[in-house]
């Protein structure tokens, strides 16, 4: 079965700090999507960025970017220069029918 | 942002009623999605469709059915509903499905006392 484990329920760093949030899967596919979603209090399901596991190179978004170690089943989701908008839940997704982890809470301090 | 609308927005019902959740878009997208929301699960995926007319289960298919006459609506129903049925549903579209991200609507917000 396809899983997605998000081992941080919450975090806290201060604005224009850089922060990472961690994501493993499990999966024997070996040709799929990642995703990170971000759900803000307005409870929008936003999609900050995807990943295609057939290519080496990680992601980019702006601020957002990724770190996909495809052996190690690890996609973590990088922020720079993080900013109060930034606060939210994000999610991590991966697969056909993009099974979601449990989540992780984040809140950007001033 | 995709045209994705979900109606009604809000909803309170009694056990044992009939609840109908409307998804509608005008992206024209082939894939349609209904998920739910529950602390501490994330969100799992309750129906998929493919099309007009096919559909298919997913994760936490059982007590929920779906219909889809026309591309641009994607109707999940809970015959009786049940306070186990109560949480936020979101419906998504896809443009390719499968591989391909999730654009989500605004969700819907239902209780079932």
């Known amino acids: 079965a396809q899983t997605v484990t998000q081992s941080q329920p919450e975090m806290s760093v201060q604005e224009a700090e850089t922060v990472t949030l961690s994501c493993t899967y499990d999966?024997?596919?070996?040709?799929?999507?990642l995703f990170w979603y971000k759900q803000p209090p307005s409870r929008q399901m936003i999609l900050v960025i995807r990943q295609e596991a057939y290519k080496q190179q990680n992601a980019t978004e702006n601020r957002f970017s990724v770190n996909f170690q495809k052996a190690a089943k690890s996609f973590s989701l990088k922020i720079s220069d993080s900013q109060l908008g930034d606060t939210a839940m994000y999610f991590c997704?991966?697969?056909?029918?993009?099974?979601f982890g449990k989540g992780t809470r984040l809140h950007i301090l001033p | 942002d995709a045209g994705i609308t979900q109606s009604p927005r809000h909803k309170v019902t009694e056990t044992g009623t009939p609840v109908t959740l409307r998804c509608h878009q005008t992206?024209?997208?082939?894939?349609m999605y209904w998920y739910r929301q529950d602390p501490g699960h994330g969100l799992r995926l309750i129906h998929y469709?493919?099309?007009?007319?096919?559909?298919d289960k997913g994760e936490v298919s059982d007590g929920y059915s779906v219909s889809r006459s026309k591309t641009e609506d994607f109707l999940l129903t809970l015959e009786s509903a049940t306070s186990s049925q109560t949480s936020v549903y979101f419906c998504?579209?896809?443009?390719?499905?499968?591989?391909?991200?999730?654009?989500f609507g605004p969700g819907t917000r239902l209780t079932v006392l």
């Open positions: 469709s493919y099309g007009v007319k096919d559909t």
């Open positions: 992206e024209n997208h082939r894939y």
């Open positions: 998504a579209i896809s443009g390719q499905g499968g591989l391909y991200a999730r654009y």
């Open positions: 999966t024997s596919e070996n040709n799929y999507y």
């Open positions: 997704a991966f697969g056909d029918k993009i099974i």
